[in-house]
């Protein structure tokens, strides 16, 4: 199979602005020359200044989606988005176990929205924590989302390389600590794996319009793995693509808008 026909099953909320979410995760894996499947967990109301109403969909809808996706045309990758409840969390941790052993996954632990809405409830973090982490090749969680999954808090190196280090003890295959919400000149992603730490530093663009960004970053790294990339390369190709579609942003909406996915 070529690196053009690599297959990816995207888990995730839908997002009705087009943003973020599997709209978004569907035009990254384009951009990678990449077919997408999707198994939708919520729909969402939303645009770029808030999350105005959530719908969530069936944990039963949920598990049929991804096990027609997998039997049928099956999965180089997998990434997983938004949630939304400790159901949801269960029945996808027991279909991936059932169905998707040996296929990289990708788990970006989505709990607030950008404009700061919960979409991840406590009790639904400790079943993320105790179900579905240790089945995830990489969890790319950003600064907040670190300290409610590991409470590890601090954005110096020393705190983020730890939070990466509790993220593997807990199961994770690697973590890639997000490093936007941080306040330095420049945005330190830091990549803790088997194979030691990296870094990713890129410029901070002075911008609002980043709506989206953990999707695509995700997405991204998910399309590198099923192409056979390393997980550093799969990351730091990721990480170029997502600096350039914020600093090329087509300034949509009122709020936080979209990023640049059409290259």
């Avoid at 997998?70 to 996808?92: F, H, P, R, W, Y």
């Avoid at 994770?172 to 000149?185: C, N, R, V, W």
């Amino acid at each position: 199979m070529s690196a053009r026909s690599r297959r990816l099953l995207i888990i995730a909320g839908s997002d009705s602005s087009g943003g973020a979410g599997i709209q978004a995760d569907i035009k990254t894996a384009s951009a990678f020359g990449v077919y997408a499947m999707t198994a939708v967990t919520a729909v969402t109301v939303q645009d770029t200044q808030n999350v105005n109403s959530i719908e969530p969909v069936s944990p039963k809808l949920v598990r049929d989606q991804i096990r027609v996706c997998l039997n049928d045309i099956g999965a180089d990758a997998i990434k997983i988005g938004m949630l939304g409840s400790a159901e949801t969390v269960k029945a996808v941790s027991r279909t991936l176990k059932r169905y998707a052993s040996n296929i990289p996954i990708v788990l970006d632990p989505v709990i607030l929205s950008t404009g700061g809405k919960r979409l991840l409830g406590g009790n639904a973090i400790e079943t993320l924590k105790s179900t579905l982490l240790p089945l995830a090749d990489l969890i790319t969680p950003n600064l907040p989302e670190a300290r409610a999954l590991t409470r590890i808090g601090g954005s110096d190196r020393k705190s983020v390389e730890a939070a990466g280090r509790k993220l593997m003890a807990m199961g994770a295959g690697g973590a890639l600590i997000k490093g936007g919400h941080a306040t330095k000149q420049t945005v330190d992603d830091v990549l803790v794996w088997i194979g030691g730490v990296e870094i990713y530093g890129f410029p901070r663009v002075r911008t609002k319009h980043t709506h989206g960004t953990g999707c695509v970053l995700s997405t991204a790294i998910a399309c590198g793995l099923a192409q056979g990339l390393s997980l550093p390369l799969a990351v730091g190709r990721a990480r170029e693509f997502v600096q350039h579609a914020i600093e090329t942003a087509p300034g949509l909406g009122h709020g936080h808008g979209p990023l640049n996915l059409l290259g």
